[in-house]
């Protein structure tokens, strides 16, 4: 059975960086389509990113584009996404998800347990 673990969140200023991991154990992250989500107190959950195990294609919430950055590390089989400009607005739970398809999907069947970003002075 994959897991899948989140690790990287933490505090930091507004215009900071941060870089998330998602650790894949049990089977290889490239089988997988693999997904960053978000949630905030009181909002929906939103896509951030995501990276597809056919050809590594990477797709973008239009929130996040051109300051987020989704990445296979394939040496450690974790999937990073690195954060730079970070608002206010970034603050959230992120989730990495991941589904054995070859393409960025709408559902998927593995979640980790999140890590808590927080942006603020």
């Known amino acids: 059975q994959a897991q899948f673990e989140e690790s990287g969140g933490g505090s930091v200023q507004p215009g900071g960086s941060l870089t998330l991991s998602c650790q894949v154990s049990g089977d290889s992250a490239n089988d997988y389509a693999i997904g960053w989500f978000r949630q905030a107190p009181g909002k929906e959950r939103e896509g951030v990113a995501c990276?597809?195990?056919?050809?590594?294609?990477?797709f973008y919430g239009d929130s996040v584009k051109g300051r987020f950055t989704i990445s296979r590390d394939n040496a450690k089989n974790t999937v990073h996404l690195q954060m730079n400009s970070l608002t206010f607005e970034d603050t959230a739970v992120y989730h990495c998800a991941a589904d054995r398809s070859p393409w960025c999907a709408d559902a998927y069947d593995y979640w980790g347990q999140g890590t808590q970003v927080t942006v603020s002075s």
């Open positions: 990276v597809s195990s056919f050809d590594g294609s990477t």
